[in-house]
Nanobody, 118 residues
Framework: QVRLAESGGGLVQAGGSLRLSCAAS????????MGWYRQAPGKQRELVAD???????NYADAVKGRFTISRDNGKDTVYLQMNSLKPEDTAVYYC????????????WGQGTQVTVSS
């Protein structure tokens, strides 16, 4: 049982920046992956970036070089720093947690709206 509390979404102009945060309600002691997904109207949900408990990262091609994912295991929090935002980044962003070793259970945040104006 883990709750994910997201914050940091909002409205920004193209070229601006936002920092999303996602705090887990408790420490996850086993291996895990935390990440950010997004879903724009009329499109399927897609992975934006994720990071393992060991610190390995993965990014979607569309955000490479602009977004940075990080985590603070001491605070049970994952961050997504979004720079050089584009209108096509507009979407609802969801925090996600997967816990090993079976990776069968996914926890989701409530979603936070990111809107980038041109």
């Amino acid at each position: 049982q883990v709750r994910l509390a997201e914050s940091g979404g909002g409205l920004v102009q193209a070229g601006g920046s936002l920092r999303l945060s996602c705090a887990a309600s408790r420490t996850i002691f086993s291996g895990n992956v935390m990440g950010w997904y997004r879903q724009a109207p009329g499109k399927q949900r897609e992975l934006v970036a994720d990071i393992t408990s060991g610190g390995s990262t993965n990014y979607a091609d569309a955000v490479k070089g602009r977004f940075t994912i990080s985590r603070d295991n001491g605070k049970d929090t994952v961050y997504l720093q979004m720079n050089s935002l584009k209108p096509e980044d507009t979407a609802v962003y969801y925090c996600n947690l997967q816990i090993g070793p079976n990776w069968a259970t996914r926890y989701w945040g409530q979603g936070t709206q990111v809107t980038v104006s041109s």
